[in-house]
């Protein structure tokens, strides 16, 4: 069983404390954060609801 016991945004970077197989594990992932925007042209990307939606990337949190 693995579970999440902290996760704290530091930067461009996530520091995430958890457990894996009973072990505690501290790790840092970078992170780019990607936003989906309504189009009205099909994308090959869709909502929940089934609205087409447009990606948009970020290098940075902070963009």
Do not use: A, C
Request: charged residues 20%; without cysteine.
């Amino acid at each position: 069983m693995s579970f999440y016991t902290n996760v704290l945004q530091w930067g461009n970077t996530l520091l995430v404390r958890e457990v894996k197989n009973g072990q505690r594990q501290n790790s840092r992932i970078r992170y780019s954060p990607t936003l989906f925007s309504p189009v009205k042209q099909h994308t090959g990307y869709k909502t929940l609801d089934g609205q087409h939606v447009l990606p948009q990337m970020f290098d940075t949190m902070k963009e």
